[in-house]
């Protein structure tokens, strides 16, 4: 398991299993308007640490690198906030006075020595150039792209959207579990019979998600879909228009010719893109993934609003929520080391966050079982091999391994792993143990024992026989913490 080096610049730092303390620093209202900063500049008096004019595409890149290695997994690959604050534009001055005074930052101190703090202000700088987040043309983008989300027409027989596979009322997951032959495990395609090959992920918080980068240690982090094979939101768009198995459309120029067919949307894509847009087969298409993937970035995605967060508010809050005694055990165990859950489903093991999405978006094989139902279903056999990143990669020591999932809604986003082969979180707990060693030896779903995986040779065996047999009150502890991630428009799905 990768160690990830973290900028942990945090509105809230939590000490403890309960209690929480608000931490004031240099960066926490790192909106302040450049008429504001120039206003506390009341002398002639140069700037410490004036603004990089001019720097080479070799400095961004090495300063992308930095932040990726050592801020993203806190500040997002976009610097606008993770479970820290938004550090777009921050100076190199400022980043290092932040590290020298944030005692959760003292090992960063070493990075700073090594002058990375140059090149990522100088990433930061750039950044801040293409930071447009607040555009009113942003927000009328995304806009636009909840209208595409939610439109069958974009599909070759016209019944299918984005929404069918990431339904908004159901966490953005495929629930149309009556209608569906392997109950969920895999999404039926426009076609209505077609099984598509992985079980549909969460939309949601999927914008945390930092582009796909690989570490120096070879190991990976981001990317959209299972097996990160879209960097962004955007390029995730695109795939199921014209997936087999999905939205089914033959090529870009069909996608873009239904979406033509619209007189509102060429008049709003022309408004937003350029007259000439739809000149450009792929510049059109390209535009159409942009807005739905701005839709995806809205707050409607992370609201952050669930019982966990509610927790975290001040006691005297009106919206503050009171842990029970078991879901305070079981937030005890999901965060100690006893459980090690921590170590895939925060984004820094080191310190708990007030706002945590629950992945470090890494890749792991945890040994999942193969999903024969929903094989034989599909193909009418079980022979196929999911290689998962290292499929995409094609590189052997990947295979198998897929991104680790946010456990945000993950009590309301049943069937679980990559091919659905869960339908209950208390099963995921009681693998787990049995991939420990522990005497879980059948499924309790099937009653039967659990089926191999895909792939055996890349199974992080050294991680997962840390986990220690639990009780069957710590097994329903953690279950209870777990539904308290559940965002607040989800808690009827119970």
């Known amino acids: ?10 509105t809230f730092i939590v000490v403890g299993c309960g209690s929480s303390t608000v931490s004031e620093n240099v960066l926490d209202d790192v909106n302040t308007s450049e008429e504001t900063v120039n206003e506390s500049n009341t ?3 140069p700037i410490a640490d004036e603004p990089i004019i001019s720097y080479s595409p070799i400095d961004i890149e090495n ?3 930095e932040f990726l290695n050592n801020c993203a997994t806190c500040h997002g690959s976009d610097a606008k906030g993770k479970t820290g604050p938004n550090i777009v534009g921050i100076s190199s001055n400022d980043i290092e006075n932040e590290i020298k005074a944030n005692s959760a930052m003292v090992f960063l101190q070493g990075v700073i020595l090594e002058g990375e703090a140059r090149v990522i202000s100088i990433y930061l700088n750039e950044l801040k150039k293409l930071d447009n987040s607040d555009d009113p043309t942003v927000i009328e983008k995304g806009l636009l792209g909840k209208e595409l989300y939610f439109d069958a027409n974009l599909s070759l027989n016209r019944t299918i959207s984005c929404a069918s596979c990431h339904d908004a009322e159901h966490a953005y997951i495929d629930a149309r579990f009556e209608s569906n032959p392997v109950n969920g495990a895999l999404s039926v395609g426009d076609d209505g019979v077609t099984l598509g090959g992985r079980n549909s992920p969460t939309v949601a918080y999927a914008k945390f998600i930092p582009d796909l980068f690989e570490f120096e240690d070879g190991s990976f982090i ?6 990160g094979r879209a960097d962004n939101l955007k390029e995730q ?6 997936d ?3 939205m089914m459309m033959p090529d870009a120029q069909s996608v873009v010719a239904r979406v033509y067919e619209n007189e509102a949307y060429v008049k709003t894509l022309q408004k937003l893109y350029g007259d000439t847009i739809f000149s450009d087969t792929e510049k059109a298409f390209d535009a159409i993934a942009d807005a739905i993937s701005k839709y995806e970035m809205t707050e409607e995605f992370a609201p952050f609003d669930s019982k966990y967060d509610r927790s975290k508010l001040p006691y005297y809050h009106v919206d503050h929520y009171e842990m029970t005694e078991q879901e305070k055990l079981g937030y005890s165990l999901f965060f100690s080391d006893k459980t090690h859950c921590r170590k895939c489903h925060t984004t820094s093991s080191e310190t708990e966050s007030s706002i945590e999405t629950f992945t ?11 999903n024969i139902e929903a094989l034989i279903y599909r193909d009418g056999n079980s022979i196929s091999i999911d290689l998962g990143l290292g499929g995409v990669l094609n590189r052997p020591e990947h295979y198998g391994k897929f991104k680790v999932p946010t456990l945000r809604n993950v009590a309301v986003t049943s069937p679980y792993m990559s091919n659905g082969v869960f339908k209950e979180l208390k099963t995921v707990i009681k693998y787990f143990l049995y991939m420990a060693g522990h005497d879980y030896p059948v499924n309790p779903e099937t009653g039967e024992p659990w089926q191999a995986a895909d792939v055996n040779s890349t199974i992080n065996h050294e991680t997962l026989k840390t986990l220690p047999n639990l009780t069957e009150e710590e097994i329903d502890a953690l279950e209870s913490f777990l539904r308290l991630l559940t965002d607040k428009k989800y808690e009827d799905l119970f």
């Open 1 to 10: 398991m990768i160690k990830i080096l973290i900028l942990v610049i945090t």
């Open 43 to 45: 002398t002639d008096e």
């Open 63 to 65: 300063g992308k690198k």
């Open 222 to 227: 981001g990317g959209q879909f299972w097996d």
């Open 237 to 242: 768009a695109k795939g199921p228009f014209t």
């Open 244 to 246: 087999s198995a999905e």
């Open 360 to 370: 470090n978006s890494n890749y792991e094989n945890i040994g999942v079982p193969k």
